[in-house]
């Protein structure tokens, strides 16, 4: 079956360590974009990236990394300099990066800072 | 700046009708989408309209007026199953989404 896979679905870590949230499609998706979810909020977006090799920073990349080596796959490193990390990460992939485009979502990595 | 506002919380009785609306504030539009989203889980998409006009899926239809920036989702014959948050989405100039708070949907028997 189809889909994007994230892992882990929990996540704990300890302030000042970096750490990274893995994101996996089989769509054959050339759009993936993470996102950041607060309590009772939308998301906001930290990198998106349309084509293998290349990705864009979005409203609130401070403090995240990311990088598309295959089409696959788009990691994304919550580095020691996010300031509040805690928060639900969702990963999507599109067709493409234009109109029209249906997201489809993993099922999201629940980051917690201890 | 860009902006998108929803209701926080509507409450609905089972196998009534409910519509729950979107102002938008945006540089370029493309498209208004709706997602729904169940606690703890991944949002699904649900609609999208790039016309004025109603679309119809099922028990679920999405309105848009785009000389309004408003649009709607209305949710017919509600079930359980129906309780969750509902996010509108516009398609900005960038292409990219610019989403709602979102919009908790409780269903009471």
């Known amino acids: 079956d189809g889909g994007i896979t994230q892992s882990p679905k929990y996540l704990f870590r300890k302030e000042g360590q970096n750490v990274t949230l893995s994101c996996e499609q089989n769509?054959?998706?050339?759009?993936m974009y993470w996102y950041r979810q607060d309590p009772g909020q939308g998301l906001r977006l930290i990198y998106y990236?349309?084509?293998?090799?290349?990705?864009q920073k979005g409203d609130i990349a401070e403090g995240y990394s990311v990088s598309r080596e295959k089409k696959e796959s788009f990691p994304l490193t919550v580095t020691s300099a996010q300031k509040n990390p805690t928060a639900f990460y969702l990963c999507?992939?599109?067709?493409?990066?234009?109109?029209?485009?249906?997201?489809?979502f993993g099922q999201g990595t629940r980051l917690t800072v201890v | 700046g860009q902006s998108l506002e929803q209701p926080s919380e509507v409450t609905a009785v089972e196998g009534a009708i409910v519509q729950i609306n979107c102002t938008y504030q945006?540089?370029?539009?493309?498209?208004l989408s709706w997602y729904q989203q169940h606690d703890g889980g991944a949002p699904t998409f649900l609609s999208y309209?790039?016309l004025d006009g109603l679309e119809e899926t099922g028990r679920f239809s999405s309105f848009l007026s785009r000389s309004d920036s408003y649009g709607y989702l209305l949710l017919q014959e509600l079930q359980m199953k129906d309780s969750a948050s509902y996010f509108c989405?516009?398609?900005?100039?960038?292409?990219?989404?610019?989403w709602g708070a979102g919009t908790k949907l409780i269903i009471k028997p």
């Open positions: 945006t540089s370029g539009f493309y498209g």
């Open positions: 769509l054959n998706h050339d759009a």
């Open positions: 990236s349309q084509i293998v090799n290349d990705f």
């Open positions: 309209n790039a």
């Open positions: 989405a516009v398609e900005g100039s960038n292409y990219q989404l610019i």
């Open positions: 999507a992939s599109s067709i493409s990066h234009g109109t029209n485009t249906e997201a489809f």
